[in-house]
Structure formats: C-alpha cells, structure tokens
C-alpha cells in the first residue's frame, strides 16, 4: 500500500510564488573520495557549505549541474520528470571535466530523498508549479595545481517553482548575439557545465535592456547555422502540404536537452516528421518556418515571433501573433498533462510510478 502524501504547506501563496530561491527543509549531500568511492550520502539542513578556498570547484569551475522537476498530479502523488536522462547528462559532463560518475543509482537516491524531505514544498495541483530540482556536483577537495580535486560532492537540493507563464504561454521577440560565442566546435558546449553559462550572463544582460527577453547563438566556425538559445533549445515547425515538420540543430555544441528529446517523441506521435539536422539561418530569414520557440526544463516551451540581428528583424509567422501557435499549443499541453498524471503515462517518464 502506498501511503498518502503529504499536503502542500498552507503558509505559501502558491499563486505568487515566482522563480526564485527560498529555503525548504533539507537536501542530499553524498562525497566521493578516491579510496573510498561515492559515501552513503546525508540529509543536510544548513544551505551554507564549509568548503575549501583551493577547491577546484571554485578556482577552475571543475562543476556541473542539472535541473528537473518534481509535480504534484492529479492522482495526488508526487513524480519527477524523467529523471534517468539527467542522470545520463550530469555523467557526461562529469566525463567531459574529469569527475567522478554519479551512479544513476545514488543520482536517483539524492532526489528522493531530497523530495520526501520536502513534501509541503511541492506546489497544488492544477497551480502549474512544481518543485524545481537542482542536482549539483563539484570538485570539493584542495588543488593548487591544474589537476582534478581529490575529494568532490554531490548535492541534490530543491525549489519550489510557480508556473513560468501565470498568464498563458505568450511569443517573445529574440536577439542573435553577434559579439560572443557561447561554444565552438570540439569544445564543452554539449555539457551542463558551470562555465557555460557564466560568460552568458553580459551578452543576456545586455539583450534584455533593448527589450529582448531571449538570445540566440549561432555556430561559432561560420556564424551561418543556428545553434541554440542561451539556456534553451531551438525548435521549429514547418507545415507543408499538408504534413507538419519537427525541427531541430543536432550539432555537437548544443545541449542534449531532456524536454527537447522528450518533444520529439510526443511528436512523433501525432505522426509528424521529425528533422534533426543543420539549420542555416536563412531559413530564418527566409521564413521557411511557420513556428519557432525555445525549449527548456524551465518554461517547457517559449514561441519566438520574432528574431534580430543587426539592424535586421526577421518575423515568424505573422510576427505580430499574441497567443502560442497551433502547433506548440499541441505539444506543450500534451507534455503538460502527462507530468500533471492528466493522461496516462504510457511512456514511464514519470518516476517513480507510484509515486511519493
């Protein structure tokens, strides 16, 4: 018998609840060491970590996360989204900055136990909010050289989340940054790492002061072929003859994103044509696409009607569109309903099945 979960906490506004940190009751915590391997992991309750100033985690950014989320359905259980993918995401980014691999056993482990710490903290079902889930790990150990940390951590800690758009999924305008690239060719631009996307943080800065909400990166070698958005994925849609096209980069400096990945199944369900391929941008200036939209864990899907670059504003669709169009409305809210448990989960993206 599974026993009934614990209801959210009646001292939050969950209808004001926003994007931002606060604190909840604990979070996992596990250390590896190279005699000793991966501990037994703890539940901490202190948000301040006594660390190491030569830590390679904070003098060489040797760190990675993810980011996932955990809902409240309509059956009244609590199920994380998918969360073997980003066990299999954090581990490549491990690889790729010489860390230990998180066994999906512990990765999974730590979400556990951080969501049964914070049962309350998981928003109402039927509020579009949930507890967003950030799995950390990072050279913890003392290292003055340029070598990997002798003793690294493993942190899963959670935040409640209200819905990204309270308002309804509205397009936004995007801006191709010119001056920056976000990765280059052989490089870390498929990893979660941290170094990612501090250097993103001035080209972003600047895009939202001349009204732009949303970036969009270009490949680095010849500045002709879309990569990604700042912190989400680039999809499209074309609706020719009769059919729809999924499209979407499958270059090697983009993010493997779970809700991109996850898209493409849902529409190949509905029997479109699924396109993962180079994506010049002129098809975007030649308005080869009827949609397009960024796709991430936080917002799931955010339409783009229009796209800057330089002096030029290249639109999609109408380019004056106020509501999401008929396509990604399709998608978001199938994928919406199936972490809400609104249908059932013929995939088993929801974990555990039971739920907490």
């Known amino acids: 018998m599974v026993n009934p979960t614990v209801p959210p906490s009646d001292k939050i506004d969950w209808d004001n609840i926003g994007f931002q940190y606060r604190d909840i009751n604990g979070y996992a915590k596990y250390t ?7 501990d037994q992991g703890s539940l901490e309750t202190n948000p301040y970590l006594s660390v190491h100033m030569c830590a390679t985690g904070i003098n060489y950014g040797q760190e990675c996360f993810e980011g996932l989320k ?59 909010g949930s507890l ?15 070598s ?47 170094g990612n996307y501090a250097p993103v943080f001035k080209p972003t800065d600047a895009a939202k002061r001349k009204g732009y909400p949303i970036t969009l990166h270009l490949d680095s070698k010849t500045r002709t072929y879309v990569d990604e958005f700042s912190t989400s994925n680039f999809v499209g849609l074309i609706n020719k003859d009769g059919k729809t096209s999924f499209v979407t980069p499958n270059a090697q400096t983009i993010l493997r994103s779970v809700t991109r990945i996850s898209l493409v199944e849902i529409a190949r ?8 391929r180079d994506i010049a941008f002129a098809d975007i200036e030649q308005g080869k696409f009827d949609e397009v939209a960024a796709c991430g864990t936080a917002a799931v899907i955010t339409p783009v009607k229009k796209i800057a670059r330089g002096d030029k504003v290249y639109t ?12 990604f409305d399709t998608l978001y809210r199938t994928y919406r309903a199936i972490q809400n448990g609104d249908v059932e989960d013929t995939k088993g993206w929801m974990w555990p099945a039971q739920g907490f």
């Open 269 to 276: 369900d509905l029997g479109w044509e699924i396109e993962e």
């Open 316 to 327: 999609i669709g109408s380019g004056e569109q106020t509501e999401i169009g008929q396509g």
């Open 132 to 146: 967003y889930i950030r799995p950390l790990l990072f050279g913890s150990g003392p290292m003055i050289g340029l």
């Open 32 to 38: 590896w060491t190279p005699e000793d391997g991966w």
């Open 148 to 194: 990997p940390a002798p003793e690294f951590t493993f942190i899963v800690f959670g935040v409640p989340v209200g819905n990204y758009y309270k308002d309804g999924v509205k397009p936004v305008d995007a801006l191709v940054i010119e001056d920056f690239d976000r990765s280059a060719p052989m490089g870390t631009g498929g990893t979660k790492l941290g």
């Open 70 to 128: 955990a809902f409240r359905a309509k059956d009244g259980r609590i199920r994380v989204f998918r969360p073997q993918e980003n066990a299999k995401r954090m581990n490549r980014s491990a690889d790729m900055a010489s860390m230990p691999e998180v066994p999906e056993h512990i990765f999974l482990e730590g979400i556990k136990k951080t969501v049964e710490a914070n049962l309350e903290f998981v928003p109402p079902y039927g509020s579009g």
